[in-house]
């Protein structure tokens, strides 16, 4: 079955960095294009980012452009979201999830806690 | 890449029937037939249950329903039960492959 863990969440300081990562397995990982979204606590859902199967093109949110970076390894079956100049709303529970054909998320991981705190 | 709106809460019946709606533009809900809808219960990840607007992945109950008019999509679940209760949320492509979801709906199963 398909399995999503996400890790490399923690607290960190308002203009900190983390890396977070999200280990794909039951799958064939290079055929996905893949997403982060991301929920702040007691709050609703919002997407973040998405990269394509390949890699090749990657986008955002309006709210995270220009801090956030997406990124794969293929090779290891590994997303990965690059979160810098964090802010007090960037505090959320991060989700990988893939992506079936531009249109839904099909398979979610069980998120990781990103608390910006001084 | 506003939010699209969803009633905060409904509620109904064991047996009865809710209709959840979400609206948004023509930019997003109106102008593509990718509309999704999520279950998330307390501390749990979100779970797929409606895509393409109408479509259910296997191992959802016929129960659960979608639809879509215009710029509003809805979810409909049918002979409610207890294990219902949870939050809801639709999800919307809105191009330049970007996505926008719902608020959330809190369904109380009275």
């Known amino acids: 079955q398909v399995q999503l863990v996400e890790s490399g969440g923690g607290v960190v300081q308002p203009g900190g960095s983390l890396r977070l990562s999200c280990e794909a397995s039951?799958?064939?990982?290079?055929?996905?294009?893949m997403h982060w979204v991301r929920q702040a606590p007691g709050k609703g859902l919002e997407w973040v980012a998405f990269?394509?199967?390949?890699?090749?093109?990657?986008y955002y949110a309006d709210s995270v452009k220009g801090r956030f970076t997406v990124s794969r390894d293929n090779s290891k079956n590994t997303l990965y979201l690059q979160v810098n100049s964090l802010r007090g709303e960037d505090t959320a529970v991060y989700y990988c999830?893939?992506?079936?054909?531009?249109?839904?998320?099909?398979?979610w991981g069980l998120g990781t806690l990103v608390t910006v705190s001084p | 890449q506003s939010a699209l709106t969803q009633p905060r809460s409904v509620s109904g019946s064991p047996g009865q029937s809710v209709t959840i709606s979400c609206t948004g533009t023509?930019?997003?809900?109106?102008?593509?037939?990718?509309i999704s809808w999520y279950q998330q219960h307390p501390g749990k990840a979100p779970k797929l249950i409606i895509y393409?607007?109408?479509k259910r992945p296997s191992g959802v109950p016929d129960r659960f329903s979608g639809s879509k008019s215009g710029n509003t999509a809805s979810l409909t679940i049918s002979g409610l039960q207890a294990e219902d209760e949870a939050d809801y949320y639709c999800?919307?492509?809105?191009?330049?492959?970007?996505?926008?979801f719902g608020g959330g709906t809190k369904l109380t199963v009275l």
């Open positions: 999830a893939t992506d079936i054909s531009y249109s839904y998320f099909g398979h």
């Open positions: 039951g799958l064939t990982f290079r055929s996905y294009g």
């Open positions: 990269i394509r199967s390949d890699g090749g093109n990657k």
């Open positions: 023509s930019s997003d809900v109106g102008g593509y037939n990718s």
């Open positions: 393409d607007v109408t």
């Open positions: 999800c919307s492509y809105a191009g330049s492959y970007t996505w926008v």
